[in-house]
């Protein structure tokens, strides 16, 4: 099969299986009530994508060969998903079209300081099948790691994680948005990525602050070897196995939009592990990716070029 990278071989570096939207963008001094009318500035269509089209196309610009599997509507949004996927360089011949569904829309809510809210539209991955990323991965067997998320419905995500292992796949997850139900044991996930809320939420416990206890405790509950937690402006940190490990955030002055940092810290992390560094240097250099991607509006244009990120580490870092 001939794929829409151009290449006849199916072996990624990376395959990500999760969802495709477009963003709207609102600027706002507070976060409304319920009840309030609230009057918000430059409300505008940006290059911003769902979590999906987020880390492809900052795989795909990073020079990683990669393949997106989702599923978009017959409609422009859908249109302009494979349009960033094609000009990153990203495979997307499983980006499978339909006109059962509309292509999901976003609207971003950002603060005075760069803080976000984001209400997530009806995703168009709710008419993907379990089928259809089955023979995805089976087309592209050989390929190296699977990442995959939960704006796809956590039953194919698992089920497309499961088969990625079984394929001889290096797996992640970033379990977001967290499901109601019980995802069970993830013994197959070999790195799962959360925030600090994600992780005080999965083990029913606000009052832990400690990022190793926390993950300690996600670890223990579903049975995954590395977690990588991200801290906000605290940096992050990962348990790995047996060894803790910490890395600080790397501060700038001009920070435009935090939207699609963390998809971009874990597609750079992801990154550095198919290139062979160990995963703390692999989290410092994330890190430094993620401080780029901040003073840039939307999370497309963010995601720079291995050339321009580099040029960036070597000016402020």
Not at 69 to 75: A, E, P, R, T, Y
Not at 169 to 182: G, R, V
Not at 196 to 203: F, G, Q
Request: aromatic share 8%; hydrophobic share 40%.
């Amino acid at each position: 099969m001939k794929r829409k990278d151009g290449n006849e071989d199916g072996k990624k570096d990376v395959i990500v299986l999760n969802s495709h939207g477009v963003g709207q963008y609102a600027y706002t001094d507070h976060m409304p009530k319920w009840g309030e009318t609230l009057s918000v500035k430059k409300w505008h269509v940006a290059e911003d994508g769902g979590k999906g089209t987020n880390v492809a196309v900052a795989l795909g610009r990073l020079g990683l060969k990669t393949a997106y599997i989702g599923k978009v509507g017959n409609d422009p949004w859908g249109d302009l998903g494979e349009k960033w996927l094609e000009d990153a360089g990203v495979d997307h011949t499983f980006m499978y079209r339909t006109d059962e569904v509309s292509t999901g829309t976003g609207l971003i809510l950002l603060g005075p300081d760069g803080q976000n809210a984001v209400i997530d539209g009806d995703s168009s991955s709710v008419a993907l099948k379990e089928e259809e990323v089955i023979q995805a991965l089976d087309e592209m067997k050989g390929s190296q790691y699977f990442v995959t998320g939960f704006e796809v419905p956590m039953k194919i995500a698992l089920s497309g994680a499961k088969h990625a292992k079984e394929l001889g796949m290096i797996t992640a997850l970033n379990p977001s948005p967290l499901p109601e139900e019980d995802m069970g044991r993830l013994d197959y996930v070999d790195y799962l990525f959360i925030n600090e809320v994600e992780a005080k939420y999965i083990c029913q416990d606000d009052d832990e602050k400690d990022p190793k206890e926390l993950m300690n405790k996600v670890r223990e509950k579903y049975g995954v070897q590395n977690v990588i937690m991200t801290l906000g402006g605290d940096g992050s940190a990962a348990l790995c196995k047996d060894e803790y490990m910490e890395v600080a955030s790397v501060k700038v002055e001009n920070v435009v939009n935090t939207a699609g940092a963390g998809d971009g810290f874990m597609a750079a992390v992801i990154a550095n592990l198919v290139w062979g560094k160990e995963l703390k240097e692999a989290m410092e250099w994330a890190s430094k990716y993620a401080a780029l991607s901040v003073t840039i509006d939307g999370t497309i244009p963010a995601y720079r070029p291995l050339e321009e990120v580099e040029a960036f580490i070597s000016r402020c870092c």
